[in-house]
């Protein structure tokens, strides 16, 4: 299995540009986690879903922040408008069940908002 | 507030020697508390889970243990591939995640 994908892998944006971020999840997991990192705050869970139904956003900072599973194989986390505190490592998440002990991280997107 | 943290921040280790990572925390109603490794530029990678006070798991070099009000992560005679980051989190009873800042342990050889 080649895991979870995420790309892109690196984006540097400008502070008021959107900014899409793609994730692919182990194919048969029914969960799905973004996580945000940065050296400030650590690791911090911003949303999950379980059967492509967002179940928990209450760690999505504001509403510049929005994600969407339109299906099992597919999610988008997105930040319109961007600004350079957004700036960390987001970790897309995947598991067969809800608990933390059954999740797959992904590489990881660096994102840059200058 | 629920509260993780870890202790030390950055550990150097000799291959060889034995030391203990700790993760002290605070939740209301604790769930789980979970250890991982993050190597540069990775994922977190899970590696134990423990549910309840006295409760222990091994695997390898490492031995995770766990209090009312901290966890352990022992590590014997560590080599030079021990060296990451490792994270603490616990579950609250409300199902919320929070992580410690993590420990950076390097092993020279």
């Known amino acids: 299995d080649a895991g979870v994908i995420q790309s892109p892998r690196h984006e540097v944006t400008e502070m008021g540009q959107e900014v899409t971020l793609r994730c692919k999840p182990i194919s048969g997991h029914n969960s799905l986690f973004w996580y945000r990192q940065t050296m400030m705050r650590g690791l911090e869970l911003l949303i999950y879903?379980?059967?492509?139904?967002?179940?928990?956003d209450s760690g999505m900072p504001e509403d510049r922040f929005s994600a969407k599973m339109p299906n099992a194989s597919f999610s988008t986390l997105k930040i319109q408008p961007s600004e350079p505190r957004d700036s960390a490592v987001y970790f897309c998440?995947?598991?067969?069940?809800?608990?933390?002990?059954?999740?797959?991280f992904g590489p990881g997107t660096r994102l840059t908002v200058l | 507030e629920d509260q993780v943290t870890q202790s030390p921040e950055a550990l150097r280790l000799q291959e060889g020697e034995s030391s203990s990572l700790n993760c002290s925390y605070t939740?209301?109603?604790?769930?789980?508390l979970f250890w991982y490794r993050q190597d540069p530029g990775k994922g977190p990678e899970f590696l134990f889970t423990l549910y309840s006070a006295g409760e222990e798991k091994e695997k390898e070099r490492l031995k995770a243990t766990l209090t009312k009000k901290e966890s352990f992560l022992h590590i014997t005679a560590p080599k030079p591939e021990d060296s990451a980051t490792y994270l603490c989190?616990?579950?609250?009873?409300?199902?919320?995640?929070?992580f410690g800042a993590g420990t950076r342990l390097t092993v020279k050889p």
């Open positions: 989190a616990v579950q609250a009873g409300n199902n919320d995640m929070r």
């Open positions: 879903f379980n059967n492509n139904v967002p179940i928990d």
């Open positions: 998440a995947s598991s067969l069940g809800q608990t933390p002990d059954t999740q797959y």
């Open positions: 939740v209301s109603g604790l769930r789980g």
